[in-house]
């Protein structure tokens, strides 16, 4: 129904109306497959996971369709690489398995794809964190949160008791030797990096947020949190002083309203966005969402927010919410503490970018540059997302006892 929604948006591109339908039919057919393959390589997993996500997706879609009709046809195709990609992870599942026992190369390797734009990336919507290569635009950060998810799930399960049996005491906070925090502290300072030379406040942020919550979820450590955010505090304190962008990105989040047609027009934009749509919306194709720059990806949520209104974006922060309850549902039932840690961590990524693009859009937090899963157009955030989860849906198999 959201689909169809979309295409008849695209009546008023003729040029348009034959070219998309092929690929069209092939989403709507794959989804089928699909369905049919998590019922037989899966029977008894959580059959809400890639239903969800199909909902998301196609709202995404519709959007797109409504806000830039040129890439329609590129997120019909990248939906249907997703796809394919959730199926190869949900089949080699147990070939993927292993990989856990490999926390460091996992860990050096996250840290290299990290590394990679900051010497080899281009500079674009105001963060170096792409990767061009002719056509194609690849963003390693979406990658490599995967890689993070894995390496602390592995970690921290095998480092679970040293964690939670403190052995110094700094001040209230009891801590264990530096060398099983030390991993952390580097997690943290690359999130830290990622903010002052990429200028990529919102990957920062997630990273930051997937280390610490996942941290707390093993040990159950409140000391980890105060770290945590006393090291983010004073490192966010020291760039604000030493950077000039870092000053700027705060002076749009409190002030937007002094420049209103400068540096904070996306936001100001956003705001209005908001305002329109009230509670109702404006109705889908009634709005002016195209006021905003790059709306079909940063600001996507502030078009649904304007033409579908409170209750639109009600429907969508359910959903996300569903998806991170599903998650721990699945880590809760998982036998070993790596595979419980590996479903929550997915789970925390999901919703964590999720809140994170939100609250940015909405002026609750300094605004980033991360997507809405699997609604914002991108290649990488929608294959990433699916790889994450195709780990989701195998884990969710050990819920049911299959596994």
């Avoid at 580097?186 to 997937?210: E, N, P, R, T, Y």
């Amino acid at each position: 129904m959201l689909l169809g929604t979309g295409v008849l948006e695209l009546k008023q591109y003729p040029h348009l109306q034959t070219d998309f339908l092929p690929w069209l039919a092939a989403v709507i057919i794959a989804s089928f497959l699909v369905q049919f393959f998590l019922q037989r390589r899966l029977p008894g997993s959580d059959g809400l996971l890639f239903p969800l996500v199909m909902f998301f997706s196609s709202m995404g879609l519709m959007m797109i369709a409504r806000l830039k009709p040129v890439l329609f046809i590129p997120q019909l195709r990248w939906l249907l690489i997703g796809m394919l990609v959730f199926c190869l992870v949900v089949f080699f599942a147990k070939q993927i398995r292993p990989w856990l026992h490999y926390q460091y190369l996992l860990g050096v390797t996250c840290i290299l794809l990290l590394l990679l734009p900051l010497v080899l990336g281009t500079e674009i919507g105001g963060s170096r964190n792409w990767l061009v290569f002719g056509p194609f635009q690849v963003q390693p950060s979406e990658f490599s949160k995967i890689l993070i998810v894995m390496f602390l799930s592995s970690y921290l399960a095998d480092h679970r008791n040293l964690l939670t049996l403190p052995s110094r005491k700094f001040l209230f906070l009891e801590l264990p030797p530096l060398r099983f925090i030390a991993p952390l502290l580097l997690i943290w300072s690359m999130a830290l990096l990622m903010f002052v030379v990429a200028k990529d406040l919102g990957s920062a942020l997630l990273f930051f947020g997937i280390a610490i919550l996942m941290t707390y979820m093993a040990t159950g450590r409140k000391s980890y949190i105060f770290l945590a955010m006393v090291f983010f505090s004073a490192a966010s304190a020291f760039s604000y002083f030493l950077f000039a962008h870092v000053r700027v990105r705060f002076a749009i989040w409190l002030h937007p309203w002094a420049d209103p047609n400068g540096q904070a027009y996306q936001i100001v934009q956003s705001l209005f966005a908001f305002g329109a749509g009230g509670v109702w919306g404006t109705g889908f194709a009634h709005g002016h969402p195209g006021f905003i720059p790059e709306v079909h990806t940063d600001f996507i949520f502030s078009a649904i927010g304007e033409e579908f209104g409170l209750l639109g974006v009600i429907l969508i922060m359910i959903g996300y919410a569903i998806l991170f309850y599903r998650s721990i549902l699945i880590a809760l039932a998982c036998q070993a503490d790596q595979q419980k840690l590996l479903a929550a961590g997915c789970g925390i990524v999901f919703f964590l970018q999720a809140f994170i693009i939100i609250a940015g859009v909405t002026k609750f937090l300094p605004l980033t540059g991360v997507t809405l899963p699997f609604i914002s157009y991108g290649g990488s955030s929608m294959v990433s997302g699916f790889i994450l989860l195709g780990l989701l849906a195998a884990l969710s198999k050990k819920e049911n006892g299959h596994a």
